[in-house]
C-alpha cells in the first residue's frame, strides 16, 4: 500500500473536528517542559566526523573473535561457516517481515517449515514450532503449556542445574497464576535423583532438567524418565543443540517436550542476541504448543505450497484464550540455524560434538594439573560436555579480572549465581579452541594463581 501523507488542509480539519483551532490548542493542556525538554544534545556533527566518533565507541568493545575466551553457560562460540552469514545476508531473507500472506512469503514459509523439520530430526520429537525468542522464553512456554494441559495440576519441578536466568524466566511467567515451582536440589554437579522420587506426586504437572547442565554436567536422563512417566508427569528436557551430535535426542529417551537455545547453530555471541529459542514436543501436543507453526500442502494448481497452519492456537485469533501470547518468532535466526545445520549434516554435527568433547577433556586434565586447581564433580563419575567446573585456591572474580588484562576471558566465575562459591569459575571449551591456545589458557591460569596467591588473594 502507497503511503500517502496528511495535506496541511487536511490536518486543520482534524484539528477542527477535535473542538481546537490549532495544533498548539490541541497541546496545550500538555505541561511545556515536556513538550519541550531539554535535550542537552552536544552540537551536530559531519557524517566524517560522526564516523570516527562511531569508531571510536566501537574500539571500546572486546570483540571475541579478538581475545582468548572461555566463556560458557547458555552463550558460546562456535565457527560459523561463511555461508550462514550470506544467504541470511541476502535481502530476500533480510528484510522479510512476518509471513502472514503465503502467498508473498514462500521462501520464508519453506525456510521456516525446512527449520522445524531439522529441529524434529535432531531432538528426536515430532512437532517443531516456528521459533521462539531465546531458551529462556522456550522453556518458560513450556512451563506454561505444561499447566495449561491439566489444570488439576499446579506444581513444577525444576532441576536446580537448570541455568539461573532460566529459573528466574520460568518464575517471571508463573508469577501471575496458581503455580508451585519447586527446586530438585544439586548434588555433586547433577539433579539429586532421590531429591526427585521425594518431590514428585499426583499434582506434579511436569519435570524439567537439562543436560548438559548449567555446571556442563551430562545428567541420567533414562533414569529421570523412568522416574517421571511412573507418575504420570511430563518430561522437559532442556539441551544444548551441539551435544545432540554425540548425546541421544531427547526422544530416545523418552522427553514429551525439548527446549533450549538454538545460538550455537551459526548465530553469533553478539551482545546476547538476537538469539533462538526452540520448541519440540510428542505429536499429542501440537493444538498446544505456542508459537507458530509452518504446513506444507498442496494448492488448487496441484503445486506444492506452504502457509501458516493451525493458527486457532495463536493469540491474533484466539486473544486471551490463546495457547500463548508470543506474537512472533525469531525467523532470521531460524534461517542462520537451518543454514548451519544443512551444511553440517548428520556427520558434521557428530565432528563437532566430538570436538567440544575432546577439547574439553583435554583442557580439564591439563588444568588438573595446576597446583592448587581441582576438577569439580570428577570424582563423582559425573561426565561433561564442553563445560566443567574448576575450583581455584584464590577467589575466580580476581582470577578473571587478572587474566582479562592480558586478553583472556577465563571463564565464568560462579558467585555471580551462586555467591558461596567464590573460588569455582566455569570454563568453557567449544572446537574454535587450538591446543596450543589451551595450552597458553593453562599456563596464563597457573601464572596467575601464584601471582594472586603470593598477594593473599587465596579464601
Excluded at 47 to 73: C, T, V
Excluded at 196 to 220: H, Y
Aim: glycine share 8%; charged share 20%; with cysteine.
Amino acid at each position: 500500500m502507497d503511503y500517502i501523507p496528511s495535506s496541511d488542509n487536511d490536518l486543520q480539519d482534524m484539528i477542527r473536528a477535535s473542538g481546537y483551532q490549532s495544533f498548539d490548542d490541541l497541546i496545550a493542556t500538555i505541561p511545556e517542559k515536556l513538550r519541550f525538554p531539554e535535550m542537552n544534545l552536544p552540537a551536530p556533527l559531519t557524517e566524517l566526523e560522526l564516523m570516527r566518533e562511531m569508531k571510536q565507541i566501537a574500539a571500546q568493545n572486546w570483540p571475541i573473535d579478538e581475545y582468548l575466551s572461555f566463556l560458557g553457560a547458555g552463550a558460546y562460540d562456535h565457527f560459523i561457516p561463511t555461508v550462514v552469514d550470506y544467504l541470511s545476508g541476502r535481502g530476500e531473507f533480510y528484510t522479510a517481515y512476518t509471513p502472514y500472506q503465503a502467498e508473498a512469503s514462500q521462501g520464508t514459509l519453506q525456510v521456516i517449515y525446512e527449520y522445524q523439520s531439522l529441529m524434529c530430526a535432531l531432538t528426536g520429537l515430532d512437532v517443531s514450532n516456528a521459533s521462539l525468542y531465546d531458551g529462556a522464553s522456550a522453556l518458560g512456554e513450556a512451563a506454561f503449556m505444561t499447566l495449561n494441559i491439566d489444570p488439576a495440576k499446579n506444581k513444577l519441578l525444576i532441576s536446580g542445574c537448570i541455568h539461573p536466568e532460566y529459573i528466574q524466566v520460568i518464575r517471571t511467567y508463573l508469577g501471575p497464576i496458581d503455580a508451585e515451582v519447586v527446586i530438585i536440589p544439586e548434588k555433586n554437579g547433577r539433579t539429586d535423583l532421590d531429591s526427585l522420587e521425594k518431590l514428585i506426586d499426583e499434582k506434579t504437572a511436569a519435570v524439567f532438567v537439562q543436560s548438559p547442565n548449567f555446571f556442563g554436567t551430562i545428567e541420567e536422563m533414562e533414569q529421570f524418565s523412568k522416574v517421571i512417566k511412573s507418575k504420570g508427569a511430563f518430561f522437559v528436557a532442556v539441551v544444548n543443540p551441539i551435544s545432540l551430535g554425540v548425546l541421544k535426542a531427547p526422544g530416545e529417551y523418552g522427553a514429551d517436550i525439548c527446549v533450549g537455545e538454538g545460538q550455537p547453530l551459526g548465530i553469533p555471541v553478539s551482545f546476547g542476541g538476537p538469539y533462538l529459542g526452540f520448541f519440540t514436543c510428542s505429536k499429542q501436543f501440537v493444538h498446544k504448543i505456542p508459537g507458530r507453526l509452518v504446513g506444507r500442502t498442496i494448492d488448487t494448481c496441484g503445486d506444492l505450497g506452504y502457509c501458516l497452519t493451525l493458527q486457532a492456537r495463536e493469540q491474533h485469533i484466539r486473544r486471551e484464550k490463546a495457547t500463548s501470547n508470543i506474537c512472533t518468532n525469531q525467523s532470521l535466526m531460524a534461517l542462520r540455524a537451518t543454514i548451519y545445520l544443512c551444511m553440517l549434516g548428520k556427520k558434521g554435527m557428530r565432528e563437532v560434538g566430538e570436538l567440544n568433547l575432546k577439547l574439553s577433556h583435554y583442557a580439564a586434565t591439563q588444568i588438573a594439573a595446576i597446583d592448587g586447581a581441582q576438577i569439580m564433580h570428577l570424582n563423582d563419575q559425573a561426565p561433561f560436555f564442553n563445560e566443567f567446573v574448576v575450583k581455584l585456591p584464590v577467589e575466580a572474580v580476581a582470577l578473571c579480572e587478572e587474566l582479562a588484562e592480558t586478553g583472556t576471558f577465563a571463564g565464568l566465575p560462579l558467585s555471580r549465581f551462586f555467591p558461596h562459591l567464590k573460588n569455582e569459575l566455569l570454563v568453557c571449551v567449544t572446537e574454535t579452541k587450538t591446543k596450543n591456545e589451551i595450552d597458553h589458557f593453562v599456563w596464563e591460569l597457573g601464572e596467575a594463581i601464584q601471582k594472586l596467591s603470593s598477594k593473599g588473594a587465596a579464601v
